[in-house]
T-cell receptor, first 112, second 113 residues
Framework: SQKIEQNSEALNIQEGKTATLTCNYTNYSPAYLQWYRQDPGRGPVFLLL?????KEKRKERLKVTFDTTLKQSLFHITASQPADSATYLC???????????FGDGTTLTVKP | DAGVIQSPRHEVTEMGQEVTLRCKPISGHDYLFWYRQTMMRGLELLIYFNNNVPIDDSGMPEDRFSAKMPNASFSTLKIQPSEPRDSAVYFC???????????FGSGTQLSVL
């Protein structure tokens, strides 16, 4: 069966450190993968999109990698800040499927 | 643009009542999605539309749920009759074109007593 697993339901790190979140999938052939941030009481907000033929994407302090052989994406936040505390969701999109399937999310807490 | 607008923000109703959730997508977006989020099941896709036409409703839990998109600027999700297990946060999202990022509304927190 198809499955998306985001390891570590909760991740606690110290301010200034790099947070690394994982997204593993089985029985999918995603054309691309997205990462979203969700704050309590709000809808998810798009952060980054990486396509199957891309290995890495960066945006300011954010970096995402996509390994289709390992069936895994890693999401990094460097120089983390307390304001980065939120739940982060990965979403897979299969070619022309027109719909995104979301993982359960990882809740990140950055302590000052 | 004001983004995706959902109403109401909160809805409390009694079992057996009809519930209607509303969504206004971002102008010019071709795709509209209805998602449901619970602690147990995470964020689940219920149904999505392309150019006002329902494309995939395989995520709709049962016949008590129905969705419409009468025009490009409005969609509704209706639950009739509602049950306590329908309690969740319902999100609407729109997308400019296929394989692009989603823009989510703030959600409707539904509580069925």
């Amino acid at each position: 069966s198809q499955k998306i697993e985001q390891n570590s339901e909760a991740l606690n790190i110290q301010e200034g450190k790099t947070a690394t979140l994982t997204c593993n999938y089985t029985n999918y052939s995603p054309a691309y993968l997205q990462w979203y941030r969700q704050d309590p009481g709000r809808g998810p907000v798009f952060l980054l999109l990486i396509r199957e033929n891309e290995k890495e994407k960066r945006k300011e302090r954010l970096k995402v990698t996509f390994d289709t052989t390992l069936k895994q994406s890693l999401f990094h936040i460097t120089a983390s800040q307390p304001a980065d505390s939120a739940t982060y969701l990965c979403a897979l999109d299969q070619t022309n499927a027109g719909k995104s399937t979301f993982g359960d999310g990882t809740t990140l807490t950055v302590k000052p | 643009d004001a983004g995706v607008i959902q109403s109401p923000r909160h809805e409390v109703t009694e079992m057996g009542q009809e519930v209607t959730l509303r969504c206004k997508p971002i102008s010019g977006h071709d795709y509209l999605f209805w998602y449901r989020q619970t602690m147990m099941r995470g964020l689940e896709l219920l149904i999505y539309f392309n150019n006002n036409v329902p494309i995939d409703d395989s995520g709709m839990p049962e016949d008590r749920f129905s969705a419409k998109m009468p025009n490009a600027s409005f969609s509704t999700l209706k639950i009739q009759p509602s049950e306590p297990r329908d309690s969740a946060v319902y999100f609407c999202a729109s997308q400019g074109t296929v394989n692009e990022k989603l823009f989510f509304g703030s959600g409707t927190q539904l509580s069925v007593l």
